[in-house]
């Protein structure tokens, strides 16, 4: 109650305002919704800043005359800014923080209970920032779990085991709905990392992804963290070198005629359709950009919700003996590999 009453009135304002020109959705991943956190655990907080302090900020991002750790993100997140953009993105911000200090008509009922919510939250990022790695598969692979479950060990099984749904099969009451997904995550810098599923899986992302998504072409906040140059600075994990990379073979059309590698493949002068797969293995093509097969980092990378699964899980992954791999990645290096078939 209180977070959508507080983004209707903060909303209404800022629709209504002529100076709201450029948007500042893209900034709440890291400062928060109204500007109160710490981005990465490093920058001050906007929502304390007067108005010329944020034009000064921003314009300094925007020449390299301003910043510290964060000054490498921020530049490139303001690089495309005109200064109108830039006093417009200050009036907006302003002009929320004073209507935040206008929103009272709360329930006190709802307001405890925000209270509560936000405090346990709390407790939980502390605890799994304590931790070097959180493996999420912990409590799915536990063997007490997994024992209780198994229906082959049991002389009678009930309706209710049957089903994920854990309730009798003719029974339609609301006991038969399921857990709402809470996706709600610490801010990017101040999350404890997951443990990998298995061997160079792509890692899961464990901060919250407010203002992140959807990630296109022409749009991705993700660079702005984890590309290799900044990486370290801000305690993201870099993009691997594999995603710097080409992998697909070259492809062309000559003469009318499909060359790939080099080599004609498919219909040539009245030939059947030749063997478009006889390209075994392309040449990499190391890239000094993001190959732009991979902009989609969400297609392979996903937020992760607070939500018990209803089966438990009897994958065991295998990192070779090597424990630093489950916050690592050598993919770059496994793609050359192959599979041995013996």
């Known amino acids: 109650m209180i977070k959508v009453?507080?983004?209707?009135?903060l909303g209404s304002?800022?629709?209504?305002?002529?100076l709201y020109a450029a948007n500042t959705a893209a900034c709440v991943g890291c400062h928060g919704a109204k500007f109160e956190k710490k981005a990465m655990g490093k920058s001050k907080i906007v929502q304390n800043m007067s108005k010329e302090d944020i034009i000064k900020a921003l314009k300094g991002y925007k020449d390299g005359s301003y910043g510290g750790t964060m000054k490498g993100t921020m530049k490139g997140q303001v690089a495309s800014l005109s200064d109108a953009d830039i006093t417009a993105i200050a009036d907006s911000i302003a002009g929320a923080n004073k209507a935040e200090e206008k929103v009272k008509a709360v329930e006190k009922k709802e307001e405890k209970k925000a209270v509560a919510e936000a405090s346990k939250f709390e407790k939980e990022a502390s605890a799994d920032k304590a931790k070097k790695l959180e493996n999420i598969n912990a409590h799915v692979a536990d063997k007490a779990r997994l024992e209780k479950e198994?229906?082959?060990?049991?002389?009678?099984?009930?309706e209710e085991a049957l089903g994920l749904r854990k309730t009798n099969l003719y029974d339609e009451d609301d006991k038969t709905e399921g857990v709402m997904a809470d996706y709600s995550?610490?801010?990017?810098?101040?999350?404890?990392?997951?443990e990998r599923a298995y061997l160079n899986a792509p890692p899961m992302i464990p901060h919250s992804v407010e203002g992140l998504l959807p990630i296109t072409q022409n749009n991705n906040q993700c660079l702005g963290c984890h590309m290799p140059d900044v990486a370290k600075s801000v305690g993201a994990t870099p993009i691997p070198p594999s995603h710097f990379t080409n992998y697909r073979p070259t492809t062309e059309l000559k003469g009318g005629e499909l060359v790939k590698e080099g080599k004609k493949v498919g219909i040539q002068k009245g030939d059947t359709l030749g063997n478009t797969g006889d390209i075994k293995l392309a040449k990499p093509k190391k890239l000094n950009h993001l190959?732009?097969?991979r902009f989609n980092c969400s297609q392979c990378h996903a937020p992760q919700a607070k939500v018990d699964p209803v089966v438990g899980n009897t994958f065991q992954p295998d990192f070779k003996g090597n424990d630093?791999?489950?916050?690592?990645?050598?993919?770059?290096?496994?793609?050359?590999?192959?599979v041995d078939i013996k």
């Open 5 to 9: 009453l507080k983004v209707l009135t």
């Open 13 to 18: 304002l800022l629709a209504s305002s002529a």
């Open 150 to 158: 198994d229906l082959g060990n049991k002389k009678e099984v009930t």
């Open 185 to 194: 995550r610490p801010a990017p810098g101040s999350a404890t990392k997951f």
């Open 291 to 293: 190959y732009q097969g």
């Open 324 to 338: 630093k791999m489950k916050g690592h990645s050598s993919l770059a290096d496994a793609m050359n590999e192959g």
